[in-house]
């Protein structure tokens, strides 16, 4: 395994140095980064840092435009949809911004293989076809012989008109053994944050194995070791200045791109959000307008990542935030253990954290549709093999668009064939039709339109 120490991968005082001078920048030089970002081949720290170090507004318009420009170049109009799914909130940590640290006195829940079925069951129903799995780290409640049948539980479940076909994973920091099991179990995306790279701050805020800042940082290195090669990485904004994280986010993304070959799949950017027994004063916290502004700058640093942004956020952010750079979405989701089958919304008593969204999924994909872009439920990719390096010989040059305008259509034809409400459905088949129209080759042109005869059919599960 790579012996890099953590300090390679993010020096702290490099980047303090980086935005240190780069602040105020003078309009010529922060337009001709902007130009640079155009090529779509990402950006340097000293050009990211530049974005980072204006407040001017007309420079920012013109961030943002840019923004657009890249996201619709590389991932289009389409807007992929998934759920997070939380398993068990044992956790042996104290972190002080989560509401399942050990301090909180809430009854733990675990959830036994007949009640993952259920749960599942249940957003099969709502149309859901990606989840993200959750577990508090805990070894004696959620060992990874638990984790892994849970994973096998959930793609074992079916219903007449669903399926989950794409599990992604959130577990702690773990072993080589630990993420070879779950390579063979078909995982999707190991996802796995450093809250914060401020290491005075991750060492406050952290109590518990968590506290361990070598162990987070460098457990993307054991997952390649493991054979994971699709790796989600993020930063939980508000914990220290986010221009800071911004700068050591494309660190870790240039490390493992450099080190690998194979850069993050996915960049989350949550913000923290209220809740039960988080109390914290932020010094940093991150306002809605500097999460867009954070949005735009990382789509533009690293224009072949996939970006991904939670029910945290109200629906009007989303809206923006939709447009700038998110490709990846939370929808209809909740925070607590087995909450899916509680009709009650108890997100801000025993969720791990509130949620700002709450519209169903029906209504998040109505308000996509209103927006003019594709709701998907795509996991092609993952299932024709094109992860890590093979993702990112597609994606980097900007070809990934290609394949993930169709696979959208058919996945989508399929939620408005047996989920859909009556107007989201009209509307959806208008969209259908728009972007078909648009696939600029003609054979897979004429082979999604027959694909899309088939899901009228009765057919499930095609795409390219």
């Known amino acids: 395994m790579n012996k890099t120490s953590s300090q390679d991968i993010i020096n702290e005082d490099k980047l303090l140095s980086i935005l240190e001078n780069n602040q105020d920048p003078h309009s010529d030089a922060f337009e001709a980064v902007l130009k640079k970002a155009q090529l779509k081949k990402g950006l340097s720290l000293e050009e990211t840092a530049i974005l980072l170090g204006t407040s001017d507004q007309i420079l920012l318009e013109k961030l943002f435009k840019t923004a657009r420009q890249i996201k619709n170049d590389i991932y289009g109009e389409r807007l992929v949809l998934f759920a997070p799914f939380y398993i ?4 042996v940590n104290d972190c002080d911004y989560c509401a399942f640290h050990v301090r909180n006195k809430i009854i733990r829940k675990k959830l036994n293989q007949q009640e993952i079925r259920e749960q599942v069951t249940i ?7 990606r989840l993200l799995l959750e577990f508090g780290e805990h070894p004696a409640e959620n060992p990874i012989d638990y984790v892994v049948e849970s994973i096998k539980t959930i793609y074992n479940t079916k219903t007449d ?3 989950i076909r794409r599990v992604n994973v959130n577990i702690a920091a773990t072993s080589v053994e630990d993420y070879r099991k779950l390579k063979e179990v078909g995982i999707g995306t190991y996802q796995l944050f450093q809250e914060t790279y401020h290491r005075e701050t991750y060492k406050n805020v952290h109590h518990g194995p968590k506290a361990d800042y070598n162990r987070q940082l460098l457990a993307h290195d054991r997952a390649f070791t ?3 090669d699709d790796l989600g990485i993020g930063a939980l904004f508000g914990l220290y200045d986010y221009k800071f994280e911004v700068l050591a986010l494309l660190a870790h993304a240039q490390y493992l791109d450099k080190t690998y070959g194979v850069g993050p799949h996915t960049i989350s950017v949550p913000r923290i959000q209220p809740a039960n027994t988080v109390d914290l004063d932020l010094p940093h916290e991150a306002s809605e307008s ?3 502004k954070i949005i735009a700058i990382l789509r533009l640093a690293v224009p072949y990542t996939g970006m991904i942004l939670s029910t945290r956020e109200s629906e ?4 923006q935030a939709f447009e700038l750079g998110i490709s990846q979405a939370s929808a209809g989701s909740v925070t607590t253990t087995g909450g899916y089958s509680d009709k009650e919304d108890h997100n801000a008593t025993t969720g791990q954290f509130s949620t700002a969204d709450h519209r169903s999924l029906d209504k998040v994909i109505l308000g996509i549709l209103n927006q003019g872009l594709l709701p998907s439920f795509c996991t092609a990719c993952y299932r024709k ?12 040059p900007g070809e990934i668009h290609n394949l993930c305008r169709p696979n959208g259509i058919l996945t989508f034809k399929e939620y408005l064939e047996d989920f859909a409400s009556a107007e989201t459905k009209l509307k959806g088949e208008l969209i259908i039709k728009k972007f078909l129209r648009q696939i600029p080759n003609e ?10 005869a088939h899901i009228s059919k009765g057919k499930r599960d095609l795409y390219f």
């Open 88 to 91: 068990s909130d044992y956790c």
């Open 123 to 129: 957003l099969e129903n709502m149309g859901h076809k």
């Open 161 to 163: 008109s669903g399926e």
């Open 226 to 228: 493991a054979g994971l």
């Open 290 to 292: 500097d999460l867009l």
């Open 316 to 319: 009007a952010t989303r809206k």
């Open 385 to 396: 093999g094109r992860t890590g390096e093979a993702f990112m010989d597609i994606a980097k």
């Open 443 to 452: 054979n897979i042109k004429n082979e999604t339109t027959a694909k899309l």
